[in-house]
């Protein structure tokens, strides 16, 4: 596995990377499955371990993000990974240019997550559109667990016309249905049991729309469920699977976003249309 700190050293060493799967480090089972999930496609990967500061909308959760880049290294030699990417902001600037704000999908990024994160969603694209004009992959993997993050990384590919494909894979959990995430490194014991709430109702309404309850009764029901919880919601949401936008034909796929404690999380629950097989 050969590590570059150097953006420099990277461009010199003009290696294909075939699968590219740009992380914040202090890595976990989802990180791992996102490697794995590139490696049934192609070899040569490249994992980026980068915190992008324009992602934070606040300088204290950007200073108290978890940085655990040794732990991080063993990991990723222990699963086979070729390159690992980890570049300094100055170096960043030094050698990719920044996204136009004219090819920012507007209406997607100020959405769900976007409306309560001005800038976060633009910040993921500039970060990624610096990574490709470096690192020029095959394929980049992305995880289903930033839902909003995979649809807007597709929308880049599509208006810079990339010839990158993007493979989606599955969200990780913890066996009782908590999505595993850096963030739940800062809740307590009692606040993990708790935040399982988050999957239990996203499979309600799941179960709620298998019943054919109308979108608006289940948007109720779910206010109601989290008033009898401690968790803050901040948006539960049901959207069109492809494109995020409120239409209720095809698949779906149920978002939440909330509070436990002062961690937000975020969670999702893909909900193929009934009358497919899956
Ligand atoms: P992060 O390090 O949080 O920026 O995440 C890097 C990548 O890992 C993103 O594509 C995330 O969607 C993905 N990821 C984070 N958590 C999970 C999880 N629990 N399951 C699958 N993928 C995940």
Do not use: W
Request: aromatic share 10%.
């Amino acid at each position: 596995m050969k590590i570059f700190y150097s953006l420099q050293d990277f461009i010199n060493a003009n290696i294909r990377v075939q699968s590219f799967v740009p992380t914040m480090g202090n890595l976990h089972e989802g990180h791992l499955s996102l490697i794995n999930a590139g490696k049934k496609y192609k070899k040569n990967t490249c994992v980026s371990i980068y915190i992008n500061e324009g992602q934070f909308n606040n300088k204290k959760d950007f200073d108290n993000y978890p940085r655990t880049i040794e732990d991080d290294i063993k990991i990723l030699e222990s699963c086979d990974v070729e390159y690992v990417l980890i570049p300094k902001k100055s170096d960043i600037e030094k050698y990719t240019s920044s996204l136009s704000s004219k090819f920012e999908p507007k209406t997607l990024t100020s959405d769900l997550c976007g409306k309560y994160r001005p800038g976060h969603f633009y910040a993921v694209m500039d970060i990624i559109y610096r990574f490709f004009q470096i690192i020029k992959p095959e394929m980049i993997v992305l995880g289903e667990k930033d839902y909003q993050q995979l649809i807007i990384i597709a929308e880049l590919i599509r208006i810079m016309k990339y010839d990158i494909r993007l493979i989606s894979s599955p969200t990780i959990r913890n066996t009782d249905g908590l999505a595993l995430s850096s963030r739940n490194n800062h809740l307590t014991k009692k606040q993990k049991e708790l935040a399982c709430d988050i999957y239990k109702a996203l499979h309600l309404s799941k179960e709620l729309l298998k019943e054919n309850f109308p979108i608006e009764k289940i948007y109720q029901e779910i206010d109601i469920f989290f008033s009898k919880s401690p968790i803050k919601l901040e948006y539960f949401a049901i959207r069109d699977l492809k494109t995020l936008q409120q239409s209720y034909d095809n698949d779906l796929i149920a978002l939440i976003s909330c509070y436990v404690g002062n961690i937000r999380l975020i969670d999702n629950l893909i909900i193929r249309s009934f009358n497919s097989k899956s």
